[in-house]
């Protein structure tokens, strides 16, 4: 029996890309003799992490697991896919980040335009018309490349996710309000959807720990049905059957909470944190109508799919959603500066400017980084890149291929209900009983339990809610990575097996 210690956290599976796990497994057992040792007990990572008490409060975490600094991942440095621990230990990175990572580590183009803009104009804001040359220059190729209901309108930047859809709802009932309609502020989102943390975006959201002891959902919300035709089926019910009834719900509670009352439907592509729910064929089309009918606009959440997550430049484009107005964040920098940006549809813009015609006074919204110009300069090296190197037909000709080969490749393992995934974005479900479908109870932890495992052996992936294990890596990621991260997937979730007794 080796100690941990003694195989380096799993150094060699790193240093000998052609043996990959499976095949070690297979020929000595050895690394299941590892694994199993490896995840039991607390990880330690290392004399580093020795510290004295955070003085952070750590978001979505469960606070009081952190009375032992030893036991939490110190980030040290990233290259490419790979990230380093404060022990030297090495990770792929197959979330890229929080979804958001999509060039990965490191990236010397991003890092030098930064510091060119830094050098030249380092802060600047837009209030009273200011302009920023950079932020100019970005707002007019969103809008280029945006979707049709969206050319000709105008962006407005903020950081995050959060702050686009809150600056979405704020313009809606800004633009209902001043052409004679204030009562058209209620918002139909979805349960399983999220939208973002702060009070409106978080009341948007449909997962209940973001609203628990919080005083949310606010009542301007309400919520339908998740399109997961895998969970939410009826016995015997078609596809195309699922879709009318998801459809005939959102028109009934349009009806019923009366179309004058109902501003717009939020959505997702697919539905990321709440567990990469991909919407069955004809959904979106379907919803559209209800929307045109009663005159309900629909906001397309692109934060987590814009950009090339699933194969094509908007997730709209890749199941058919036709927003009226959009949000995007996250990939806009790969993460290396924050921005935000909500792409707003010109009937609205003109309705805004009139009114400020009309009253002599400001669009009184705005937020002291708006438009801050490091943050566009990143932003428009990355959409130079993107083009440039092709990133997004990569993702849809080669890599989103073989990754979705491989992700559905593990829909035969015993713990897996079901595969689902497009592009480089995908998850497992995993059940107690795959005929039946049965969810294992909450308390067991499967997904937590196989992220663990998968933690130690050096790839990092999400639990997230209903026992889902998700996968989002950088869109560089090549396809020995894809390879080396669903074979560590697959020891992963053997070991979790064994002990969960499947």
Not at 17 to 43: D, E, F, N, W, Y
Not at 195 to 220: I, K, R, Y
Not at 373 to 382: F, M, N, Q, T
Request: with cysteine.
């Amino acid at each position: 029996d080796l100690t941990r210690e003694q195989v380096g956290w799993f150094s060699p599976l790193a240093s000998i890309p052609k043996h990959r796990l499976g095949v070690m497994v297979q020929r000595s057992g050895m690394l299941s003799t590892l694994t199993r040792r490896a995840c039991i007990g607390r990880r330690n990572f290392g004399e580093a992490a020795q510290r004295a008490p955070s003085s952070v409060l750590y978001p979505m975490t469960n606070l009081s697991a952190l009375t032992s600094p030893s036991s939490q991942l110190v980030a040290t440095s990233a290259t490419g896919v790979r990230l380093k621990d404060s022990t030297g230990r090495e990770y792929i990175e197959a979330m890229a980040g929080l979804w958001c990572a999509g060039l990965g580590w490191g990236n010397e183009e991003l890092v030098d335009a930064a510091t060119k803009q830094l050098r030249q104009l380092s802060y600047y804001h837009n209030f009273a018309g200011r302009q920023v040359p950079v932020a100019e220059e970005l707002a007019a190729k969103l809008i280029a490349a945006a979707p049709a209901r969206l050319q000709g309108g105008r962006v407005f930047f903020g950081l995050s996710g959060s702050d686009a859809n809150d600056t979405q709802v704020k313009v809606l009932w800004h633009y209902n309000t001043v052409r004679g309609k204030p009562n058209k502020k209620k918002i139909i989102s979805r349960m399983r959807g999220y939208h973002g943390v702060t009070v409106a975006s978080a009341s948007l959201t449909g997962l209940p720990h973001l609203h628990n002891n919080m005083g949310l959902p606010l009542d301007f919300v309400r919520h339908v049905s998740c399109p997961s035709f895998y969970r939410n089926a009826l016995p015997g019910e078609t596809e195309r059957d699922f879709v009318r009834r998801l459809a005939a719900e959102l028109e009934k509670i349009i009806v019923d909470e009366g179309s004058d009352t109902v501003a717009a439907f939020i959505a997702e592509p697919l539905q990321g944190a709440g567990g990469v729910v991909l919407p069955p064929e004809g959904y979106f089309p379907a919803m559209r109508e209800v929307c045109d009918r009663h005159e309900v606009l629909m906001i397309g959440d692109e934060v987590i799919t814009g950009l090339g997550r699933t194969g094509q430049f908007w997730g709209c484009q890749t199941f058919e959603q036709d927003p009226d107005m959009l949000t995007a964040a996250k990939h806009l920098t790969s993460a290396y500066v924050p921005l935000s940006a909500a792409l707003v549809p010109p009937a609205i813009c003109d309705e805004l400017e009139a009114a400020t015609a009309r009253s002599a006074g400001v669009f009184g919204h705005g937020y002291t980084y708006t438009g801050h110009p490091v943050a566009c300069a990143v932003a428009l090296k990355v959409l130079e890149i993107l083009r440039r190197d092709r990133i997004v037909e990569q993702v849809h000709e080669r890599l989103g291929p073989r990754f979705q080969r491989r992700l559905h490749a593990l829909a035969a393992h015993p713990l897996v209900g079901e595969a689902r995934g497009v592009g480089l974005i995908g998850a497992l479900e995993l059940v107690s009983d795959k005929t039946a479908g049965t969810p294992f109870p909450a308390q067991r932890g499967a997904a937590a339990l196989t992220a663990a495992c998968a933690l130690d052996l050096g790839l990092i992936v999400r639990a997230l809610p209903h026992d889902t294990v998700a996968l989002c890596p950088p869109l560089i990621i090549s396809e020995d990575d894809i390879d080396e991260v669903f074979d560590r997937l697959a020891a992963a979730l053997d070991e979790a097996a064994r002990r969960l007794h499947v």
